[in-house]
């Protein structure tokens, strides 16, 4: 247990000390979004392009690691939806639900927490994480929301084919394609360049943790905390536990499998982590910020209990 702790126990008091820096000093909230837009523009570009870059495609992107976390995303969508549905959670309520249970941290939380695990495989770790989160599960939540305003369905089309390429215009999945191309052609970069990239990639995990914390500082706590305790269930109990379903069954139905035990353990502790840091903006434009304020505080301070009991068992 001592071992388990020396992983979990780094992570969170990082996002505590954010917490704690913004909240007593010398740290602003306006601080946390420009160390928020350095992750998400400069580092994790250059950590997803060295490690999709470093290695073969093949070596990087493991079919069955990608058909679990994809079979475990797309069955935890269904499965919040169906409960919301039968619970009569208006529509817009019910979206931004699906989407707080399914969309986990990968960049923030999940990469830190697998530095420290699986040192040597993180970066293709993340990056399987957000091929199958960048291109179908937000995409997916997103237009979930989407459909809940009474639009018309051609508006409906328009919007969801911006928000297609609103996504290939990310820094993140530019960093990855860029990374995927140089290891399709064979490139050889500069041994300049691949140190830059490597120190960029370095400071990914501290930073992504500190802002997490420090982004948590004046969220607003009022809304249905009922709801807001369901997506917490959903995002740290049902997400992980579908995903684990996912990996025991596919290779029953004739699937593919995951034949790498750190890879095994990884796709159900990469669906254990709290959902992404924008989920209160996005819920915002719908006027349910409170709940998902409510739930991704609750996500990321049970984390830490449910990660290191998950670790346990897994370990």
């Known amino acids: 247990m001592l071992e388990i702790l020396a992983i979990t126990f780094p992570i969170f008091a990082l996002v505590a000390l954010g917490y704690g820096s913004v909240r007593l000093g010398p740290f602003v909230p306006s601080d946390m979004r420009a160390l928020g837009l350095f992750v998400m523009n400069i580092a994790l570009p250059a950590l997803l392009f060295t490690a999709v870059a470093e290695r073969s495609v093949t070596e990087t992107l493991s079919p069955g690691y990608l058909s679990v976390f994809l079979a475990g995303g797309l069955a935890t969508v269904a499965a919040a939806w169906a409960w919301h549905t039968a619970r ?24 830190p927490l697998m530095l420290l695990l699986l040192p040597e495989k993180a ?37 969801a084919r911006r928000a297609v390429l609103e996504v290939l215009r990310r820094p993140m999945v530019l960093g990855l394609l860029a990374g995927v191309a140089v290891s399709l052609t064979g490139l050889s970069l500069p041994s300049g360049v691949t140190r830059l990239l490597d120190l960029l990639a370095q400071s ?14 004046g969220l607003p706590v009022k809304g249905n905390r009922t709801l807001a305790a369901e997506i917490v269930v959903g995002k740290l109990f049902v997400h992980p536990a579908l995903t ?37 903006l996005l819920a915002q434009d719908y006027g349910h910020e409170g709940i998902a304020s409510l739930a991704l505080l609750g996500a990321t301070a049970g984390a830490f209990v449910t990660l290191t009991g998950l670790l346990a068992v897994l370990s």
Do not use: Q, W
């Not at 009569?88 to 990469?111: H, Q």
């Not at 979930?144 to 305003?149: I, V």
């Not at 990914?204 to 500082?217: D, M, R």
């Open 88 to 111: 009569g959670t208006r529509p817009a309520r019910k979206a931004i639900a699906v989407m707080g249970s399914t969309c986990p941290n990968s960049g923030y939380v999940g990469y």
């Open 123 to 159: 970066g293709m770790i993340l990056a399987m994480n957000l091929v199958v989160e960048t291109f179908v599960l937000i995409p997916l939540t997103l237009l979930l929301l989407e459909s809940s305003r009474p639009r018309s369905g051609a508006r409906l089309t328009t919007r």
């Open 204 to 217: 990914t995990g501290a930073i992504a943790l500190f802002v997490i914390g420090g982004s948590l500082v």
């Open 244 to 280: 684990a379903l996912a990996l025991v069954a596919l290779p029953l139905l004739g699937g593919l499998t995951i034949h790498d035990p750190d890879l095994r353990m990884a796709v159900i502790l990469s669906a254990a982590v709290p959902m992404f840091g924008i989920y209160a």
